[in-house]
């Protein structure tokens, strides 16, 4: 079975962590964001992945090379030379996905930015139960205005029709970005640049082929940074519920907590909630960490304070500096000691003096 990952560009929303490395390798929970797609995929028996990517293909594909041998799948690239939109790609990509190999077999296509449960095993169940053309995951928000919304029959999933950012509502299902499709809806897509939203799924809507399921568990799109934060959230804590072992506890960790085998974390430290700590970083004593990301190689100094912040890789926080308010330092930035920062937003290899009193781009 194949799947493809839309990648797409230069996740410009995500700055300054894409300016070190391409979007989908920028940690999540620890791992690559792309990482959490591709062991999904792999555990329901995908044994090969295309990513649709316009930005640094050789980048990625040197760096998921070890993840190719470790988990026994084929990793290829499809390489556009200018953006394809959300179903280009998958014209573009036709002769990875369909080949000798697997005659009529659907594949997956999934959005890069999402972080979900990824309930594929029970997606394949449906889509071989409804007979239809195309499957589509979706998922129930607060605010379905910001969002294109999908108008379904509850009883059989059978999708009707797609309203891109309705003024007046009309239900609270969003797509959700993951879809399994049969071979033959490439031939409804054309080689140029064409959105799947608004273009290739009303096409199979008309003609009574596409079907939504409901994705059980959370879903968020991580693309920026206060998303991301807030997926965090959402991932720890059905971390929680469905593998709490790899959870960290003890007397100073409060809440959902993801600390790497390899960090250190000092004594009268209090760790949580909502925290991911990557690999090899030291967290000194008397250290405050809550709802942020520590990214691999980090040091943070005696008694800073760090929350709803990123923090990059191989930074520094220096002895009583505090961090906060959606604070995202980039790769190699150096706070100094007793240095406020309210939503500062760092670029790679500064130094931080004085105070970011309100938030602000540090170029």
């Known amino acids: ?29 620890n791992k690559p964001m792309i990482l959490h797609q591709i062991e999904a995929l792999k555990a329901v028996g995908v044994d090969e992945v295309v990513l649709a990517i316009n930005y640094q293909p050789e980048v990625m594909l040197n760096f998921l090379k070890d993840f190719e041998a470790k988990l026994q799948i084929k990793i290829t690239c499809s ?23 697997s005659p009529g077999q659907p594949f997956f296509v999934l959005n890069s930015d999402v972080i979900s449960e ?17 499957s589509i995951m979706v998922t129930k928000v607060d605010e379905p205005s910001k969002y294109g919304v999908v108008v379904m029959e509850e009883a059989t999933g059978k999708m009707e029709k797609f309203v891109e950012k309705p003024k007046l509502y009309v239900g609270n299902k969003i ?22 939203e608004k273009e290739t799924f009303p096409k199979i809507a008309g003609a009574g082929g596409l079907y939504a399921m409901v994705l059980p568990g959370f879903w968020m799109d991580i693309g920026q ?20 072992g790899k959870l960290t506890t003890g007397e100073n960790v409060v809440g959902n907590v993801l600390v790497d085998e390899t960090a250190k974390i000092g004594e009268g430290c209090l760790i ?9 970083c030291v967290v000194e004593a008397g250290v405050r960490l809550s709802r942020c990301t520590v990214m691999r190689g980090v040091r943070i100094k005696k008694h800073a304070c760090v929350s709803s912040s990123i923090v990059g890789w191989h930074s520094t926080v220096g002895q009583w500096a505090r961090i906060e308010n959606m604070t ?18 760092v670029l790679p290899h500064k130094e931080i003096k004085s105070n970011i009193l309100k938030p602000e781009i540090v170029m």
């Open 118 to 134: 990824y309930p594929l095993r029970e997606m394949i169940e449906f889509h071989r139960a409804h007979g239809g053309e195309a």
């Open 175 to 196: 797509n959700a970005g993951i879809y399994l499709l049969n071979p033959s809806v490439l031939d409804k897509i054309e080689l140029r640049p064409t959105s799947i």
């Open 1 to 29: 079975m194949k799947a493809l990952i839309l990648v797409g560009g230069f996740g410009t929303r995500l700055r300054p962590l894409t300016l070190s490395f391409p979007k989908p390798l920028v940690d999540f929970a």
């Open 328 to 345: 995202i330092l980039g790769e190699d930035v150096h706070v100094g000691d007793e240095v406020y920062t309210n939503g500062g937003v």
């Open 79 to 101: 390489q556009e030379t200018e953006p394809m939109g959300t179903a280009g790609p998958l014209a573009l990509a036709r002769d990875k996905l369909v080949d000798g190999s």
């Open 225 to 244: 940074p206060k998303d991301y934060i807030t997926g965090l959230r959402l991932y720890l804590d059905s971390l929680r519920k469905k593998s709490p």
């Open 272 to 280: 949580g909630p909502d925290v991911a700590i990557g690999p090899g």
